[in-house]
């Protein structure tokens, strides 16, 4: 706390500043700016125009970096000895299509933590639905917005003559989480790589049902398959993170900065609670959780955020649930630039805005990043735009000197008041979910979709009336543009892809496919039936591996749960 004397005069310097302040606002009369007035942060939050010491009063609570609650890191060093990690998102066209732009970013200087090589790779919209590349639906969506990843075939295409021990492999799923996850370790084991050797992240976003577009399982089915991975992967695969809250996904679809940190606050603790009931201790899984936050175009309330989040995460998980471990204290960040504020129109300013974006994230101490490339608006990258948006990470790493300082933000009267502010909004979110059962039931009472869509045509509403204002779409248009230089998936890759999986079917043995789905068929019907605390005998996943060992593919597997578990929009399912 600040000492009697500073708070008064600190009282006495704002009373000085509001009538300057004030003199000065009358000579624009109703000229003034709504936010000379009555600013507001972009989540609506209301904030001040000047701050002073009596704002933050709790400000000088002594707290460092690496120390609890977090706010300000969660551990001693930022960057001094390890910059964050290059992660950004690869995938396209065919598996071979995809190796090429892992190949040409790591010749470029992509690196992850301790100078490995670190592939953040998504897959395609075809994979996301849980299809084959020959159903009916995945025409003209075969390796567009992702690669063209089917089966363990398709995995020894895309890592060949990788070392599987070295590097370290996000998968970006939706839904298709165990059928990936169960084709990467049948390849692996091809290897003579063990599950245990593997080194990655799998997405784990059932979640994300609540607010994301996109068939889906049921929310009671999702959380338990959420909770089936992890049990699996902490008895089986001690380096794989098992988990990643989507937080991004919120604001991408329209939600607010506090809606953002709100919803995986309470997602969390839904988690936590559920790996409770099926006998798996907080300590033992939390430190293989992470979270991928969105970075936009409000700077202090982007970076004050993160730094809500870590404090928020902490003293939940020490007060609900007793955690001891540190680790299961931090909020580890992977960030990815905001792609919804990005323009198609005048698509190079969209580099100032993602170096903006970067540069607060690496302010707000994130731990690995994504910047998206000026050219997403339109199409996926090309290889010249995804070399630029690595470089934007490089160009901040090698010559800014903010690598220097932990935490070089705080102690600002502004930024610990609104880190305080967005920490009060979340948690209160978080008691509006928690008292309607917790969050998959607000999930199915389509409370948290109501509540980002809200969001979402409030920031439409600002747009189209100019209150918002948006280079080069509402203020600073160009006019007529040239057409610029986009990339295209090769048109040969969907006639690839389904000779591919019509040829895997035709040549793998099919007696022992037959008895792989055969026993996943069984132990898809027993887990759809089971309660959450009958789970952690992990029979799902297993028999999920063994299909993948005998070469089922991504469609064959997810068919299996989809008729086992449910399958429809997320508004109905």
Not at 199 to 221: D, I, L
Not at 303 to 330: E, Q
Not at 516 to 543: C, H, N, T, Y
Not at 545 to 566: F, P
């Amino acid at each position: 706390m600040f000492d009697e004397e500073t708070l008064s005069a600190s009282q006495q310097a704002k009373a000085r500043w509001q009538a300057d302040y004030e003199r000065i606002a009358k000579r624009f009369a109703d000229q003034a700016p709504t936010q000379a007035l009555n600013p507001q942060s972009h989540s609506g939050l209301p904030i001040k125009n000047c701050y002073f010491p009596h704002d933050v009063p709790d400000s000088t609570r002594p707290e460092a970096p690496g120390s609890y609650p977090y706010t300000r890191g969660n551990l001693a060093t930022q960057y001094q000895f390890m910059n964050w990690a290059n992660q950004p998102v690869i995938g396209y066209g065919l598996p071979e299509d995809t190796r090429s732009r892992m190949d040409l970013l790591a010749e470029q200087g992509m690196v992850g933590y301790f100078g490995s090589r670190f592939y953040n790779l998504v897959y395609d919209l075809v994979s996301h639905e849980g299809l084959d590349p020959d159903h009916p639906a995945a025409r003209g969506r075969i390796g567009q917005c992702g690669m063209a990843v089917y089966s363990a075939a398709d995995m020894a295409r895309l890592f060949d003559g990788l070392d599987l021990r070295k590097i370290n492999v996000v998968h970006i799923t939706y839904y298709q989480v165990i059928a990936a996850l169960a084709q990467y370790i049948a390849y692996a084991e091809r290897q003579g790589v063990a599950p245990a050797e593997l080194r990655g992240n799998t997405m784990n976003w059932y979640h994300q049902s609540a607010y994301v577009g996109m068939s889906a399982f049921p929310p009671e089915q999702g959380l338990k398959l959420a909770v089936e991975l992890i049990s699996y992967c902490s008895k089986h695969m001690p380096k794989w993170n098992t988990t990643n809250f989507f937080g991004y996904g919120v604001e991408e679809a329209g939600g607010t900065a506090v809606q953002e940190i709100g919803l995986m606050l309470a997602f969390g603790i839904e988690l936590v609670r559920a790996c409770q009931q099926a006998g798996l201790r907080p300590d033992d899984v939390l430190p293989r959780f992470g979270f991928q936050f969105a970075q936009a175009n409000d700077f202090f309330e982007e970076v004050c955020k993160i730094r809500a989040m870590r404090r928020i995460w902490a003293t939940t998980m020490k007060d609900r649930f007793g955690v001891t471990d540190p680790r299961s204290m931090h909020v580890r960040i992977h960030t990815h630039t905001s792609g919804a504020v990005l323009t198609a129109q005048q698509p190079l300013v969209n580099l100032i805005r993602t170096t903006l974006h970067a540069f607060g994230a690496a302010m707000a101490g994130t731990q690995a990043m994504e910047v998206s490339a000026y050219d997403e608006a339109l199409a996926i990258p090309t290889g010249d735009a995804a070399t630029l948006a690595l470089r934007v990470q490089q160009v901040i790493q090698e010559e800014t000197n903010i690598t220097a300082v932990s935490d070089p933000l705080a102690g600002s009267y502004y930024v610990e008041a609104l880190t305080d502010q967005l920490a009060d909004a979340a948690l209160n979110l978080v008691a509006d979910i928690e008292a309607q059962g917790g969050y998959v039931r607000a999930q199915r009472n389509g409370w948290i979709r109501s509540i980002v869509e809200e969001s979402s045509e409030r920031w439409r509403e600002l747009v189209d009336s100019g209150q918002r204002r948006i280079v080069g779409l509402n203020c600073y248009t160009a006019g007529e543009e040239p057409e610029p230089q986009l990339f295209k998936v090769d048109s040969e890759v969907e006639r690839i892809a389904v000779e591919r999986v019509r040829r895997l079917r035709d040549e793998r043995d099919a007696a022992a496919f037959d008895r792989a789905m055969e026993s996943l068929e069984l132990a898809a019907k027993e887990f759809a039936a089971s309660r959450m605390d009958q789970l952690g005998d992990d029979k799902l996943l297993p028999a999920a591996i063994d299909a993948a060992r005998a070469d089922a593919t991504t469609g064959e597997i997810m068919g299996v749960l989809k008729r086992h578990l449910g399958w429809g929009p997320p508004h109905e399912s």
